[in-house]
């Protein structure tokens, strides 16, 4: 499972768009890429995942360069409520192995400040 | 529809003690996952199960562990002679096949004194 690298932590203003970077120097070809969001108490939530290029959803946008060894989560305009620690995590959707365990390092905590 | 629900939400137990957390998948999902979280850190793998295959346990952390899944649904994770560096929040997830989003449950708070 490829390594994945995020910053500790962020903090931003209510309002302003935030974008959390992960390196996965090691990603190999069939590994997608996923984010997670955890709030205190709680289980993970799934917000995004993709292989290339750029993913947007409801929620956030997912911004994959095309070496495909780093990747931007993108939160526009955040809320108090998106006070969380953000997951990075890169496997392989088609792995033949038999299993996908999720790879969870310590992610990154954001704090959205009033 | 419902999601992943986890029982019980609190086990407070003591050293040596056997404790058993059990898993309601949402129906329909054919892969379970349990993980473990302790305080402040990332999350841990420990067991797989797919269908009727063959559960994967490389990631229990000793042979105090284990777990079942009975008719494909329900799951419950036991530990036996539970020590102290077992304390952790213990979630469950599940998805549809391997390699779609997991969704987890809330957890089971574990503590052990």
């Known amino acids: 499972l490829a390594k994945t690298t995020q910053p500790i932590s962020m903090d931003s203003y209510e309002g302003q768009e935030v974008n959390i970077t992960c390196s996965h120097n090691?990603?190999?070809?069939?590994?997608?890429i996923t984010w997670y969001q955890q709030f205190p108490s709680q289980g993970p939530r799934f917000i995004i995942q993709?292989?290339?290029t750029k993913v947007t959803n409801e929620v956030a946008s997912l911004f994959i360069p095309a070496d495909r060894k780093s990747s931007t989560l993108s939160l526009p305009r955040v809320s108090l409520s998106d006070t969380a620690v953000y997951y990075c995590?890169?496997?392989?959707?088609?792995?033949?192995?038999?299993?996908?365990?999720?790879?969870f390092g310590k992610g990154t905590k954001l704090s959205v400040i009033p | 529809g419902a999601g992943v629900s986890q029982s019980p939400s609190n086990k407070v137990t003591e050293k040596g003690k056997d404790v058993e957390l059990r898993c309601d998948p949402i129906?329909?999902?054919?892969?379970l996952y349990w993980y473990r979280q302790s305080l402040g850190q990332g999350l841990e793998f420990l067991i797989y199960f797919q269908g009727n295959s063959a559960p994967d346990k490389s990631g229990l952390p000793s042979d105090r562990f284990s777990a079942e899944r009975t008719g494909g649904s329900v799951s419950t994770l036991t530990i036996q002679r539970t020590q102290q560096e077992d304390s952790a929040v213990y979630l469950c997830?599940?998805?549809?096949?391997?390699?779609?989003?997991?969704?987890f449950g809330p957890g089971t708070r574990l503590t052990v004194l």
């Open positions: 090691n990603i190999a070809t069939n590994d997608y």
């Open positions: 993709g292989y290339k």
């Open positions: 997830a599940s998805n549809k096949d391997r390699g779609r989003p997991q969704f």
């Open positions: 995590l890169v496997g392989d959707r088609d792995s033949g192995a038999g299993s996908y365990q999720l790879t």
């Open positions: 129906s329909g999902h054919t892969a």
